[in-house]
C-alpha cells in the first residue's frame, strides 16, 4: 500500500472513530434528558445527531436518507433533518484512479480505451462515475467503486445498529430488527457490480418493449466486481424540465410510473432507489421525450406473493373489503393484527394508495402543500403505534415502501397531472401469481441471476 493510500485509509479510519464518539455523545445526551425528565429535546437531538452523521460522507448517508422515508422508523424531527444530508463522496484523484483502474483491469488498462476522462462527471457515496470512449469511439461511463468500501459499509451499518437502538431505547413504537436487515443485505448487494451488471441485463428484459425508458448496455470486458463499465447515456436533469410545459411533465412522470410499477407488478422486482441522481430525461426531435435509467445498484426482487399482497391491499381499500385488506398485510408479514393496529396501518395505506384508488385526473398532492405531504399521515400512524407499540415492520415492506414515496417526490416536482388510478389498473391488469412467478424466473434466466 502507497503512503497517499495509507494516509487515506487513516483518515477515514479517523472520520468513522469521530462519528462514532459523536453518536455516542448524542445517545449520552438523550439518556440523561430522559433521566431528569426534559421534555421537548428531540429536535436539538436531531440536529446534534444529523451534524453526526454528516461529517462522514459515505454509505451511512444512503441509510440515513433511506430511513427518513419510512414512516416511524425514526421520529419526525429526525426524519427532517436526514433528508437534508447529501451522499455525496469527495472524489478520489486521478493518481488514485489510475491504481484503481489497473486493480480492476490489469496494468494496460488505459490501452482498452481510446480516452479517459480524468476528473469524475459525478462521485456518489460508493464511487464516481468517469467519461471515457471505447476504442469503437462509443461514449461509456465508468462506475469505480471507492477502496475499502466493504469496510466502509460494514462500520457504516455498525452506525445503523446504533441508531436504532437508540430508537428502541426511547420511542420503541417500531421493531426495527427486520429494517435493518434488510438495509444491509441491500447495500452489501450495491457493492458488488458484478451483481449490478445482471440487474441492468434484467431491466432491458423487462422494458424492452417501453418506448418512453431506456436502459444502457453494459461492457463486459470493461466491467469486474468494482467497476461497471456501461454505454453513456445523454439526458438533462429531471428537475430542469419543473417548467415545461403539462404535456411534457405529464409524459415524462408516466415514463417514471412505468419504470417502476410495471417491472413490479409484472415481474416482482422494483427499483429501491427513486432518486433524483439515477436517473436522466432524453429527447427526440429536440423534445423530451423519455427517461434514462443510470443506476442499478438498489434493486429488490420480490416473491411473487408479496406482489398479491400490494394488489390484494388496493382491491381491499378500493371496495372496502377488510378481510382482503387483513389477508394483505398478513401475506406481507404482519403479525399479531389487532383492530387497533389495522387501522394504524391503514392510515399509511390510504396516503400511499390515495392516487390510485381516485379514478381522475390530479396531482399526487391533490391540493395538498408539497411540504406538507404525507406529514399529518406519518404523524397519525406514529401516535398510533405508540401505543401499540412495538410493532415489526417486515422486511419487505422497507423498499416498497421507500419506492412509492421516492416516485411521489417526482411526480410532486414535476407537478404532474395523470389518472393514476388507470395507470395501476393497466399495470396490474389480468393479475395472477402465476403469471409473475413464470416471468419472474424467465427474465432472471435472461439475466444470470439465481432464482431463490
Known sequence: MSDSERNRFSARARRYASVGTKVGGVAARMAGQRLVGAQDTRGGNALALASALGGLKGPIMKVAQLLATIPDAVPPEYASELMKLQSQAPPMGWAFVKRRMSAELGADWQKKFKSFEHEPAAAASLGQVHRAQALDGTALACKL?????????????????????????????????????????????????????????LYQHMLKDEPLIRVPNVRPELSSGR?????????????????????????????????????????????????????????????????????????????????????????????????????????????????????ALNIWARFIYGPLLDDRVRSIADGVKPSDYGRKEAFRVHQALKKLGPVQVPREFVFMDRAAVGLGAVFLHLAAELNFYRLFNEAIENFSVEEVAARQGAALDAAGLARD
Open 145 to 201: 467503486q471507492y477502496p475499502d468500501m466493504q469496510s466502509a459499509v460494514e462500520a457504516d451499518l455498525k452506525q445503523l445498529q446504533l441508531l436504532f437502538a437508540l430508537r428502541k431505547r426511547f420511542d420503541p413504537a417500531i421493531d426495527t430488527d427486520e429494517i435493518a436487515i434488510e438495509i444491509a443485505a441491500r447495500l452489501r448487494e450495491e457493492l458488488d457490480y458484478a451483481r449490478e451488471a445482471k440487474h441492468v441485463a
Open 227 to 343: 467497476l461497471l463499465t456501461m454505454d453513456w447515456m445523454d439526458g438533462t436533469k429531471m428537475l430542469s424540465h419543473k417548467d415545461d410545459s403539462l404535456e411534457i411533465r405529464n409524459r415524462l412522470a408516466t415514463a417514471m410510473f412505468t419504470a417502476w410499477w410495471f417491472p413490479f407488478s409484472r415481474f416482482g422486482v422494483i427499483h429501491g432507489d427513486p432518486h433524483l441522481g439515477n436517473y436522466s430525461v432524453f429527447a427526440e426531435n429536440g423534445a423530451p421525450a423519455g427517461i434514462n435509467l443510470l443506476d442499478y445498484g438498489c434493486i429488490r426482487i420480490f416473491p411473487p406473493r408479496f406482489v398479491a399482497g400490494v394488489v390484494d391491499l388496493y382491491r381491499g381499500l378500493l371496495d372496502g373489503d377488510e378481510a382482503r385488506v387483513v389477508k394483505a398485510y398478513e401475506t406481507w408479514g404482519f403479525r399479531g393484527l389487532t383492530r387497533e393496529l389495522i387501522d
